[in-house]
Nanobody, 120 residues
Framework: QVQLVESGGGLVQAGGSLRLSCAAS????????MGWYRQAPGRQRELVAA???????NYADSVKGRFTISRDNAKNTVYLQMNGLKPEDTAVYYC??????????????WGQGTQVTVSS
């Protein structure tokens, strides 16, 4: 089992920045993709950004050019740098880690969620 500890959420004004961190521990063997999802009230959970083991990234259209995902494999940590924050970015952000045994996927691991609130 993988344990994910998130940090970096908070309250900022529109146009501000936050950096989210998620450190993985426990059974970290076979981690492939690390990413961030978010869920706002009344909305489904959506992918914000993801990064695979060789550095390929994928972003939601709504955050392209503003958010940057990165990972430090030595520290088993994924980051989300969020710049130019908008009120519509307000949500609970969840760290997500995917693992595989060989090419057989394991169930996803999820962080507890960290609140990001952007005021206008």
């Amino acid at each position: 089992q993988v344990q994910l500890v998130e940090s970096g959420g908070g309250l900022v004004q529109a146009g501000g920045s936050l950096r989210l961190s998620c450190a993985a521990s426990g059974n970290i063997v076979g981690i492939t993709v690390m990413g961030w999802y978010r869920q706002a009230p009344g909305r489904q959970r959506e992918l914000v950004a993801a990064i695979n083991s060789v550095g390929y990234t994928n972003y939601a259209d709504s955050v392209k050019g503003r958010f940057t995902i990165s990972r430090d494999n030595a520290k088993n940590t994924v980051y989300l740098q969020m710049n130019g924050l908008k009120p519509e970015d307000t949500a609970v952000y969840y760290c997500n880690v995917k693992r595989s045994y060989g090419n057989v996927p394991a169930p996803d691991s999820w962080g507890q969620g960290t609140q990001v609130t952007v005021s206008s």
